[in-house]
């Protein structure tokens, strides 16, 4: 009587179901675990940037520093800033602030720039992104999203070109970017509004506008 054995390619394809398997498995750990990872390390980043704001003066006035008392200090400051800020008292001490800065030649357009950034970003205003564009580069059909910020003239030889300059914001810290400068006709106008593009910057593209569609002029 013979004993029969398992052929090999069953034993090949349990191996390869079971690589299968452990693979599916390996990977449904690796989705879980890095969005916790990566929030885990952006809020631990996020906490030793607040925390050390204030770490210098805290260990100057007390002597000893506590981790997360630089945390605690830099949270109730920006509250109380906006407290301050919010009332009428407050809003009179910084127009008063706003003027004296003005008439600082040099410091004035640091500041001036600085609050039109803000301003920028926060939606206040909208006298710094004039446009939404689409920027081709480095290659064809490779495009950065930017917003003008103003135009110009460049004057040349053969008669003068219509220019803009264009600001990209780097992700996810928006607020830094690069600043080109090109020829008007080289980049294409978008037909959405300023906060519809910062919100597909920022949230790196996962909360965009269901189409880009481009201004006709």
């Keep these: ?30 989705l879980v675990l890095i969005p916790v990872i990566m929030t885990f390390i952006a809020v631990k980043w996020l906490f030793v940037l607040v925390d050390g704001i204030l770490k210098p003066y805290i260990e100057l006035l007390f002597g000893i520093y506590i981790p997360g008392l630089g945390f605690i200090a830099t949270v109730l400051l920006i509250f109380l800033s906006g407290l301050f800020a919010t009332s009428y008292g407050g809003k009179r001490l910084i127009n008063l602030g ?5 008439h600082l030649p040099f410091i004035r357009r640091i500041y001036d720039a600085s609050k039109d950034i803000v301003n920028a970003f926060t939606f206040t205003e909208a006298k710094v992104f004039k446009e939404v564009v689409l920027l081709e580069m480095p290659r064809k059909d490779l495009f950065f999203i930017g917003f003008v910020t103003s135009e110009l003239i460049r004057k040349n030889v053969e008669g003068q070109d219509e220019m803009v300059t ?39 593209g996962m909360v965009s506008p269901e189409t880009l569609p481009i201004k006709t002029v």
């Design 1 to 30: 009587m013979r004993t029969k054995f398992p052929s090999n390619s069953k034993k090949v394809s349990k191996r390869r179901s079971l690589y299968k398997s452990l693979r599916r498995i390996f990977m449904a750990g690796i």
């Design 98 to 102: 706003d003027q004296f800065l003005e």
């Design 166 to 204: 264009v600001f990209v914001p780097s992700v996810p810290m928006f607020t830094t970017g690069f600043l080109f400068v090109t020829r008007k006709d080289s980049v294409r106008f978008l037909d959405i509004s300023i906060e519809e593009a910062l919100e597909l910057i920022v949230s790196g």
